[in-house]
């Protein structure tokens, strides 16, 4: 799991998406009775690796981890839909550091064909992120 630093660095930025709604982890989402769009939400942290060494307190961390953006539409309607949200999502990060957490690479579909889950259809939008945290005494 990524810190909470990032986590909500990474979460207020998705405030912005209005266009479905946005669930993550452990959140009670319900799918709606009648499928429909939304995104389903993974922040992961891969690594916090220390960048310099010098006095306690006044160092450089580099933390870097994934966004996993999974954009769930309805089955059997084809990818196009979830492709083009997949794509928009990827905009609200590119180009656009939030704070100390900069996003790097992005990718739709990320070289894996789109899964099947119950009456949804999944494509996943992953972007790469790292943050930099500098210690304080």
Do not use: C, K
Not at 101 to 129: K, V
């Amino acid at each position: 799991m990524s810190s909470l630093s990032a986590y909500d660095l990474i979460m207020a930025r998705l405030t912005e998406w209005t266009e479905t709604p946005v669930s993550e982890e452990n959140d009670g989402f319900d799918t709606p009775d009648v499928p429909a769009p939304f995104v389903y939400v993974e922040v992961v942290g891969d690594l916090l690796e220390q960048q310099t060494v010098g006095a306690p307190g006044n160092n450089l961390w580099m933390e870097s981890g994934v966004i996993y953006l999974h954009v769930m539409t309805p089955n059997d309607a084809g990818s196009r839909q979830a492709r083009g949200i997949a794509e928009r999502l990827t905009m609200l990060f590119r180009e656009r550091p939030l704070e100390d957490l900069h996003p790097r690479q992005m990718s739709i579909g990320a070289g894996d064909p789109g899964r099947t889950f119950g009456n949804y259809y999944a494509m996943t939008a992953t972007i790469t992120w790292d943050r930099q945290d500098y210690t304080s005494a």
